[in-house]
């Protein structure tokens, strides 16, 4: 498979009073074509979120971006743009962060959490000296991460919720 070259085509998702963000790395092809997070349909992350606090899973782009500000989440991805073969984070190549100082200095964000380990690696690498903030490694919500069963993921999430109420 060839290498593409991916430019982040949609905006973060924030609010001024926004205290978490959550970071993925790059979306992947499904998420770029619905210009939103985590679109690709066997993705676990809105479920797991939903259940983190006490929500029914949101199916529209709307019922998503409202369960994330409802729950003072921010979202968006550590990198602006690369080279990927596919959806493949291991792939990756030529990253480009970015800007998360200005989306913090938006927002009242004290914590940040990653959706797996590529995204954590290009936060540390390229945006922790920039925000003072270290990020919280979570598992991959990907389909792709076979080994972490929905409440296993469910569990591993809770501390985002935690986050939102420590930061209140």
């Not at 085509?9 to 790395?25: C, M, T, Y």
Request: charged share 20%.
């Amino acid at each position: 498979m060839e290498y593409t070259r991916v430019t982040h085509n949609f905006p973060p998702l924030f609010a001024p009073d926004s205290r978490v963000l959550i970071l993925g790395s790059i979306p992947s092809p499904k998420s770029r074509e619905q210009a939103f997070f985590y679109g690709h349909p066997q993705n676990r992350f809105w479920p797991v979120l939903a259940a983190v606090f006490g929500e029914e899973a949101p199916q529209t782009i709307e019922q998503k971006r409202s369960l994330a500000l409802r729950h003072h989440i921010a979202m968006w991805d550590t990198l602006a743009a690369c080279e990927i073969r596919g959806a493949s984070d291991t792939s990756i190549r030529n990253p480009e962060p970015n800007d998360l100082p200005w989306l913090i200095a938006q927002t009242q964000v004290k914590a940040i959490f990653c959706t797996g380990a590529t995204s954590h690696k290009y936060y540390r690498k390229l945006c922790q000296d920039k925000t003072g903030i270290e990020a919280v490694c979570l598992p991959s919500t990907s389909p792709a991460n076979a080994a972490w069963s929905k409440e296993r993921l469910i569990e591993a999430y809770r501390v985002i919720a935690q986050a939102v109420e420590a930061n209140a």
